[in-house]
């Protein structure tokens, strides 16, 4: 896969996965650079010159790489929603995005600041260098526009499920990494194809000017009638596409 938008290799030792922001054990951390990249190329598509945009997980995990690509992508997003069925991801992805505030920045500063009182680990006296330069950060920012954040707990594949949470929300941008592998399966459906339902129950929550990207394994096949493909992507064992709803 060509870079179109993240074409240098930056250093996203800040960002990684475990440091600052919060991990969820058992599951792999979404790479930065490539959802920086994805992103980019959503918001492309979209347009822009638009406002900012309301971006939305339904399967979110942790909300890792929806944090990062905010605290990247700051001027463009205004609101970040995630949601998931699991209970306990549901928790890390609050911690999460969390940190997109400074008093979730201080919180964890004064965590942080505890292990490296307790251990006195390299790691974590690192981490508490990087939370300084972050902190900094997501002060300023949040002095100009604040970032509005909400998860909750939803079956991604049932519109009725997710009808709650989103209530009367425009989702400008669907960003998702959908279960697969040994790390993570589908959970609570009884699809034959979870992948179209979750489409399916979006669409209610969508415009024709959404945007809609799947992060998946290659031998996931994401099909749905009523979604036009706009880009494939590939790199490694992932695919990646971009889907925009059609009414």
């Keep these: 896969m060509e870079y179109k938008f993240a074409t240098e290799r930056s250093n996203y030792t800040d960002l990684a996965s475990g440091n600052v922001f919060y991990s969820l054990p058992g599951h792999p951390a979404f790479p930065v650079r490539l959802a920086s990249e ?93 939370i300084t330069r972050m902190q900094e950060q997501v002060s300023r920012l949040t002095a100009i526009r604040p970032i509005q954040t909400k998860v909750f707990l939803a079956n991604a594949t049932e519109a009725a499920s997710l009808r709650e949470g989103l209530q009367d929300a425009a989702i400008d941008l669907v960003f ?4 697969y592998g040994q790390h993570s399966q589908w959970q609570g459906t009884q699809a034959s194809n979870p992948v179209w339902a979750m489409l399916e129950a979006l669409r209610e929550f969508l415009s024709p000017k959404s945007i809609v990207a799947i ?20 790199l490694g064992k992932r695919q990646i596409m971009i889907l925009k709803p059609l009414f």
Excluded: F
Aim: include cysteine; proline fraction near 4%; hydrophobic fraction near 30%.
């Design 38 to 130: 994805i992103y980019q190329r959503c918001l492309a598509l979209r347009g822009n010159g638009k406002s900012p945009c309301t971006i939305y997980d339904p399967c979110c995990g942790a909300a890792y790489h929806l944090s990062t690509i905010s605290y990247l992508h700051w001027d463009s997003i205004c609101r970040v929603i995630c949601s998931d069925i699991d209970e306990k991801a549901v928790q890390v992805a609050e911690r999460n995005l969390s940190l997109l505030t400074p008093d979730g920045m201080e919180r964890r500063s004064r965590e942080i600041s505890a292990m490296v009182r307790l251990y006195d680990k390299e790691s974590h006296k690192g981490a508490l260098e990087s």
């Design 176 to 179: 998702t990494d959908i279960p």
């Design 215 to 234: 992060s998946s394994d290659k031998l996931q096949k994401i099909p749905h009638q009523k979604y036009q493909r706009l880009e494939k992507l590939q």
